[in-house]
Nanobody, 120 residues
Framework: QVQLVESGGGLVQAGGSLRLSCAAS????????MGWYRQAPGKQRELVARITRGGTTTYADSVKGRFTISRDNVKNTLYLQMNGLKPEDTADYYC??????????????WGQGTQVTVSS
């Protein structure tokens, strides 16, 4: 069984920074693309950023230049450095990973989410 556990959320003032982490554990043989998504109250979940195993990154236009996604393939951990936070970044942030295991077919896994609140 595979688990994704996020950490690093919290309350920060506008202009501040936070760093999110997502650690994969369990019967992990390998992880392909990993990503961060967010969902604000009353809105649909949206992609924030994603990164391939080789390090190719994609960002939502709203976070380009402010957020940086990275990963540690040895530790099976995903990061999101968020700088210049704005009130509109307030949301629950979810980690996603396409995981290869020996126990079942490769598939997407989701973390439980971590809350980010940016005050004005």
């Amino acid at each position: 069984q595979v688990q994704l556990v996020e950490s690093g959320g919290g309350l920060v003032q506008a202009g501040g920074s936070l760093r999110l982490s997502c650690a994969a554990s369990g019967t992990v043989s390998g992880i392909n693309t990993m990503g961060w998504y967010r969902q604000a109250p009353g809105k649909q979940r949206e992609l924030v950023a994603r990164i391939t195993r080789g390090g190719t990154t994609t960002y939502a236009d709203s976070v380009k230049g402010r957020f940086t996604i990275s990963r540690d393939n040895v530790k099976n951990t995903l990061y999101l450095q968020m700088n210049g936070l704005k009130p509109e970044d307030t949301a629950d942030y979810y980690c996603n990973a396409f995981v290869i295991t020996i126990a079942e077919r490769p598939r997407d896994y989701w973390g439980q989410g971590t809350q980010v609140t940016v005050s004005s």
